[in-house]
């Protein structure tokens, strides 16, 4: 896991204080989301995750990586060159985080969960999916997926 860290890009959280940020939407947007990610990396590091917890933060990981490139663009030559990216590199971070600290060594690889109830196997990708794209009419969309 420290290999990966290694290739990981870094991004500055907060911007030295003579840096001019520009006032844009993804220049905002990212430095938000920058910081809200980094405070979950802190979190993260003082927490002990089960395996239905990191199966949960797997999940939100896919969710956030999903939603991300809606609200931040990689827009090159520009301060915030690669901001899609280091939101995502802080996704990664979070992840890579909280494997290290599941008491379940079984679980950090594995991303295919059987589902007690549906009787079938699902994965983050698959949750997610079904979550968003949610087409069958209910009103209840954010109904709660368990796992057994």
Do not use: W
């Not at 907060?14 to 979950?40: K, M, Q, T, W």
């Amino acid at each position: 896991m420290d290999v990966e860290r290694m290739f990981i890009e870094n991004i500055q959280v907060y911007p030295h204080a003579f840096d001019e940020l520009e006032f844009n939407r993804n220049s905002v947007i990212s430095g938000i989301l920058c910081v809200a990610l980094s405070g979950l990396v802190e979190c993260v590091r003082s927490s002990v995750f089960s395996s239905l917890g990191l199966r949960q933060m797997k999940v939100d990981a896919v969710l956030l990586r999903y939603l991300v490139p809606h609200y931040v663009k990689d827009v090159y030559g520009t301060p915030e060159a690669n901001a899609c990216t280091g939101v995502c590199n802080a996704i990664d971070d979070v992840m890579l985080n909280a494997e290290q600290r599941c008491v379940d060594p079984e679980v950090i690889g594995d991303d295919e969960y059987y589902d007690a109830e549906k009787d079938e196997i699902v994965t983050p990708f698959l949750l997610v999916q079904q979550f968003l794209f949610n087409d069958d009419g209910d009103q209840n969309v954010m109904e709660r997926i368990s796992f057994s």
